[in-house]
């Protein structure tokens, strides 16, 4: 590890001794539909994350067990941020990555204010696990008609241990907080596309 001194007094952590993000992602693109124990801090997400997020921890050991809890917790959002309430207007659009045998009068409870364009979207930028959604074919557009209550923030990174993979995430979200029944009383479909 190496330590240098800033203004005032403080001390950054430059480097961190971490496996390699290289290695992991060739071990990844060498058998890309493999499952991994991402619980092992050798995995391809394991070292990846350690070296995107690590840096944020007083310790490796620290940052082993936030990711750890990210595993085991799948929490959507951030763990440096808490959701707040809010209650969407109507007249809001939001989009929605919908799976191939999903209707769109089931769109599940998160949404995005972000456009999304590819089924690469959908698992980086969405951090969509694909036991939550196989295979995203289409994007639905959506119309607030009347207050919904939600949780809104950024999406957090997910650990997707189907494809062994670290999903970002980075967009923006919101989880509709109505019973999965009642979402199309709050909500109107205006208009779907596929997505490749």
């Not at 124990?37 to 990846?48: L, N």
């Not at 994007?139 to 008609?145: A, F, I, K, L």
């Amino acid at each position: 590890m190496t330590i240098r001194r800033l203004a005032a007094g403080f001390f950054a952590i430059t480097a961190l001794s971490f496996p390699s993000t290289a290695a992991a992602h060739r071990t990844v693109l060498a058998n890309p539909t493999a499952a991994c124990d991402v619980t092992d801090m050798t995995s391809p997400p394991a070292v990846e994350w350690m070296q995107e997020y690590g840096w944020r921890y007083p310790t490796p050991a620290a940052a082993e067990a936030a990711y750890l809890l990210l595993v085991e917790g799948q929490s959507p959002w951030p763990d440096w941020f808490t959701p707040e309430v809010s209650f969407l207007p109507p007249g809001t659009l939001f989009q929605v990555a919908i799976d191939a045998s999903q209707p769109d009068s089931n769109p599940g409870a998160f949404g995005t204010y972000d456009w999304i364009d590819s089924v690469a979207e959908v698992r980086q930028d969405l951090a969509v696990l694909q036991a939550w959604i196989p295979d995203p074919n289409r994007v639905t557009t959506y119309r607030v008609t009347q207050p919904l209550m939600a949780l809104v923030g950024p999406i957090g990174p997910q650990v997707d241990p189907a494809s062994c993979t670290l999903l970002q995430g980075r967009f923006s979200q919101f989880e509709m907080l109505v019973p999965t029944q009642n979402v199309m009383t709050y909500i109107e479909v205006v208009s779907s596309r596929p997505i490749e």
